[in-house]
């Protein structure tokens, strides 16, 4: 039964859904446009370089022997549930953290398709500083951390009504 609160997660959910597509055709036209490995310069500062990540951000436990790839894709697909629910429960009036949630959503999504679909992540956007290169990421990622910065932001502008 959709309920009038469930109602209000819709169309957040389309976004997060969006941010799906984006970050899926994003990693497709990497995978079939650039080389393992091979840096694609964009910009003085950005490259597009393909790696594959079968770690967590910043490929944490990317060495280990696979039981990793089980473990992050059961966190996000438990966490997605979680945040639908925490959606769904967001006020319309709340955009900065409904906006949030389904940004962190889709994005978790679409490392989990690729968990799933190939038991890594497909990264590509390298940005650097002369030899100095921060760690290699995707659309999916991006989403994550724009959405984290959103939810921080909103709790700290949002006054509490606890006492």
């Known amino acids: 039964m959709v309920t009038k609160k469930s109602k209000k997660a ?3 959910l389309w976004f997060s859904v969006l ?3 984006l970050d899926q055709l994003s990693k497709y036209l990497a ?3 650039l080389s393992l490995g091979h840096p694609v310069k964009i910009l003085p500062f950005l490259n597009f370089t393909l ?3 079968t770690g967590a951000a910043f490929s944490f436990l990317g060495t280990e022997n696979g039981w990793q790839i089980i473990f992050f894709a059961a966190i996000s697909f438990v966490v997605s549930i979680f945040l639908i ?3 769904s429960r967001t006020s319309r009036s709340e955009i900065m953290m409904s ?3 389904s940004l962190i959503i889709g994005g978790a999504l679409g490392n989990f398709i690729d968990r799933l679909r190939w038991s890594y992540v497909t990264d590509f956007i390298d940005f650097h500083i002369k030899d100095w290169h921060f760690a290699t990421f ?3 990622d991006s989403a994550i951390c724009v959405g984290v910065f959103l939810l921080i932001v909103h709790m700290l502008l949002t006054p509490s009504s606890k006492p």
């Open 138 to 140: 995707n659309v999916a």
């Open 10 to 12: 819709w169309p957040w």
């Open 51 to 53: 790696n594959y990540n």
């Open 99 to 101: 906006l949030g949630l």
């Open 19 to 21: 941010v799906i597509l």
């Open 31 to 33: 995978n079939h446009f």
């Open 85 to 87: 629910l925490w959606l």
